[in-house]
């Protein structure tokens, strides 16, 4: 009969752990979703930007802010860029529907981006950065600080994917699948 209790109570111990593991096993996940989901001190600043748009307007970045979004930096003289243009308009164009955002970052002037795009017009917004978008890319991190880089962001704002290079269909087919 003792052999009956301490197996019981060995029983009752390793309930009682495996509960106190799960407890502690939620929190560490809920601790670390809620880390994950703050943003970094770079992504932080991004949606703090504007950037002048070719009427003069100035866009704010938080306009984006709460769906997935692919932000394109890109410029008139950067043959791989200008490239990849229609395919991320064609992304927009099939995706929008389902909540997807593009905005291209030309790190250009606005006489060669407004020639550009008077001959190859684009559905989603385009905006100047000038020689500075360069330093934007770099703290989203483009090291390099070539071009075309794309970075994707997620609904709650974070980075989810960067790209340094030309896009192909398959990296956008593969985007367009997140849940983000």
């Known amino acids: 009969m003792s052999t009956a209790k301490s197996s019981r109570r060995g029983w009752l111990a390793a309930a009682a752990g495996l509960g106190f593991a799960g407890v502690g096993g939620g929190l560490a996940w809920r601790s670390a979703q809620r880390q994950s989901s703050a943003l970094s001190e770079a992504e932080n600043l991004f949606w703090q930007q504007q950037f002048s748009q070719l009427d003069g307007v100035a866009l704010p970045v938080a306009v984006f802010k709460g769906k997935p979004l692919m932000l394109n930096f890109w ?44 001959q190859s017009p684009l559905d989603f917004p385009v905006a100047l950065a000038g020689f500075a978008g360069i330093e934007v890319s770099k703290t989203l991190g483009n090291l390099s600080g070539g071009l075309p880089f794309t970075v994707v962001f997620g609904s709650s704002g974070s980075v989810i994917h960067r790209k340094m290079g030309k896009l192909t269909a398959s990296d956008l087919q593969v985007w367009s699948h997140m849940s983000a």
């Open 75 to 118: 410029a008139t003289w950067c043959p791989p860029c200008v490239e990849e243009l229609p395919l991320l308009n064609a992304f927009f164009n099939e995706n929008k529907s389902k909540g997807w955002q593009v905005f291209g970052l030309a790190v250009d002037q606005m006489a060669p981006v407004k020639q550009f795009l008077k």
